[in-house]
């Protein structure tokens, strides 16, 4: 199955188990730039479990709209552990959602560095409950590639947390 179809048919499966839940989404996004919120809200019946989506871009954006600390970005980067956590539960905080999806990374071609090379991307998925798990991916591709690799990689988190899998790589 390509990326394309993966990645359809990942927001489809979320969107019936967040239904049959009766839980809520949200995303907070960096490199994915909305990709996620544009992947489940193709799914039609997507109003009846996606909340909404924070497209933060800047530190700033990140700071103002998430919460997330500048302690946090100085000490850190915005592509680290600490950031998506800070992002994912801020996605929570300022939603009525169950479940969060935070995703930060370096799409390319530049921005990358010795120890964070172009590809580089995390992930925190957050829930209600106080529960939250970060993941590092290192993608290969030119930066569309890596931004629709990052989608289905945050689709397919989100899914293993709503169905208690545990959150395994794409």
């Not at 871009?57 to 302690?71: D, H, I, P």
């Not at 930060?104 to 010795?114: D, L, M, Q, R, T």
């Amino acid at each position: 199955m390509n990326l394309e179809n993966r990645i359809y048919e990942l927001a489809s499966q979320l969107g019936r188990a967040l239904a049959d839940r009766g839980m809520w989404m949200v995303t907070a996004e960096s490199c994915t730039g909305g990709g996620i919120a544009c992947a489940v809200t193709e799914i039609a019946g997507s109003s009846g479990w996606f909340d909404r989506s924070f497209v933060t871009y800047t530190n700033e954006a990140k700071q103002e709209m998430l919460g997330v600390s500048s302690a946090s970005l100085t000490s850190y980067g915005a592509v680290s552990e600490a950031v998506v956590l800070e992002m994912a539960r801020g996605a929570l905080a300022r939603s009525h959602s169950d479940i969060a999806v935070a995703v930060s990374g370096i799409a390319g071609p530049g921005g990358g560095s010795e120890f964070k090379p172009v590809g580089t991307v995390w992930f925190a998925w957050a829930e209600k409950s106080g529960r939250a798990e970060a993941l590092l991916v290192r993608f290969d591709g030119d930066r569309h590639a890596v931004r629709r690799q990052a989608v289905a990689q945050a689709l397919s988190g989100l899914l293993a947390l709503v169905t208690q899998k545990g959150l395994d790589t794409v």
